[in-house]
């Protein structure tokens, strides 16, 4: 299999390098060398956090060149620009499209603008599927699983070197016990989600 380049983009606490590590585990479990990364900027402060996730047979480096990322998952709407360049010109992008307004553009130090981020991404087409990921999780019970809903949603795409049992199953062994009911629901949420969006084959 050629290399299988996945980021993750977030901020700090909405659960970006835990999804990173299921997706590792399951691909580990599955017989694949996998190499992480994480670039974290005051993650504990709604931050920026970007996990590079490569599996393949050989992986010469942990970290995901520009234009070279088969997927991006963005847990928040403007991250996914942060995350964009990295993405290869026949990749997929699965958005959640809430935003989460950081505190300089709450005080009118920036400008978060809602409309044009969503404007870019509405023009790239069927290679973006943007969603409410966080109104799923809330429908569940708890905002903080909207992680799980966004890989349930990335298990639907064509091309992952991993299945949706595999993936479920890795999010299983991390999760403590008393979460998995919830995020269980939270992953069966997204994978509805993704099987009600049209998607475009991963092609090389």
């Not at 023009?123 to 890989?151: C, F, P, S, W, Y």
């Not at 998995?180 to 969006?197: E, K, T, W, Y």
Request: proline share 5%; with cysteine.
């Amino acid at each position: 299999m050629k290399t299988f380049n996945l980021i993750i983009a977030g901020v700090g606490g909405q659960g970006g390098v835990l999804a990173s590590r299921v997706f590792a585990e399951a691909a580990l479990a599955a017989g694949y060398k996998v190499r992480t990364s994480e670039t974290i900027g005051m993650a504990q402060r709604e931050g920026s956090v970007i996990s590079h996730v490569r599996v393949g047979e050989r992986l010469w480096g942990a970290l995901i060149p520009d234009g070279a990322a088969d997927v991006l998952v963005s847990l928040e709407l403007a991250e996914s620009l942060k995350g964009w360049p990295k993405l290869a010109p026949h990749g997929r992008a699965v958005i959640n499209g809430r935003p989460i307004i950081p505190p300089a553009a709450s005080l009118g130090l920036t400008r978060y603008d809602e409309a044009a981020i969503v404007d870019f991404l509405q023009q790239q087409g069927q290679r973006v599927h943007l969603i409410d990921a966080t109104a799923a999780a809330l429908e569940i019970g708890n905002a903080k699983t909207t992680n799980m809903v966004m890989l349930g949603v990335l298990s639907t795409l064509p091309g992952l070197p991993v299945t949706a049992e595999m993936l479920w199953q890795a999010a299983e062994n991390l999760l403590p016990s008393r979460l998995r009911d919830i995020n269980r629901l939270a992953f069966q949420a997204g994978r509805r989600l993704g099987s009600c969006a049209e998607t475009a084959p991963l092609v090389s």
